[in-house]
């Protein structure tokens, strides 16, 4: 069973770097696999941050790419994001997805983490 | 435009059938994907690709698309259907992913 765990700090202060890791258990980071990061401020929608591939090929939320790190850790079957220069805008829960990309024409995110919350606050 | 619309809220009484919708010009190149997130849970996916069901989803949902719409159908709507809906799909060039606004069902 696939399961994905989000971890890092809950409050992090204006300006500063939001950084999450995310544990995969019960599959390899090397798999055919998107890993992805999606958020969603209180009381609002998703939105897509982005997602890397093992080979470290990496996409980005236009509005979010200026500020944004996916980075990947085989070693440790993790993935990771950076998210710098953060605001009051960024405090949402976080999530990390997996992807599939099922044929050329559709994808979809099978497993979610359990997402965390992370306030930015003084 | 590589924006999915979805209407903000929609109801359906117990057991009727609903559907709810997702509209964007990119949903000509891809097809959508539809997660359920129940209030304090993570979003789980219900329909992806050609209409198809993650194991463990209820036959009484069900998807289709035609031209820039998506659909997600719930034949005969349990009070444990209730929840918000979101439509995923990808941008014209796939290497964005967009969500839609998401749709507050409730079920009366």
């Known amino acids: 069973q696939v399961q994905l765990q989000e971890s890092g700090p809950g409050l992090v202060k204006p300006s500063g770097t939001l950084s999450l890791t995310c544990a995969v258990s019960g599959d390899s980071i090397t798999s055919d696999k998107w890993w992805s990061w999606v958020r969603q401020p209180p009381g609002k929608g998703l939105e897509w941050i982005g997602e890397?591939?093992?080979?470290?090929?990496?996409n980005y939320n236009p509005s979010l790419k200026s500020r944004v790190t996916i980075s990947v850790d085989k070693s440790k079957n993790k993935f990771s994001l950076n998210l710098n220069s953060v605001t009051a805008a960024d405090t949402a829960v976080y999530y990390c997805v997996s992807g599939i990309w099922g044929g050329s024409d559709w994808y979809f995110m099978d497993i979610w983490g359990k997402g965390t919350t992370v306030a930015v606050s003084s | 435009s590589s924006e999915l619309t979805q209407d903000p809220a929609v109801s359906v009484a117990l057991g009727q059938t609903v559907r709810i919708t997702c509209q964007g010009d990119?949903?000509?190149?891809?097809?959508a994907s539809w997660y359920q997130q129940k209030p304090g849970q993570a979003p789980t996916l219900v329909i992806y690709g050609h209409n198809y069901r993650p194991s463990g989803i209820p036959d009484r949902f069900s998807g289709s698309t035609s031209g820039d719409a998506a659909s997600l159908t719930i034949t005969g709507a349990q009070a444990e259907d209730e929840a918000d809906y979101y439509c995923y799909s990808r941008d014209s060039s796939a290497d964005r992913g967009i969500f839609g606004g998401g749709t507050r069902l409730s079920v009366l």
């Open positions: 990119s949903l000509r190149n891809f097809y």
């Open positions: 890397i591939f093992h080979t470290g090929s990496t």
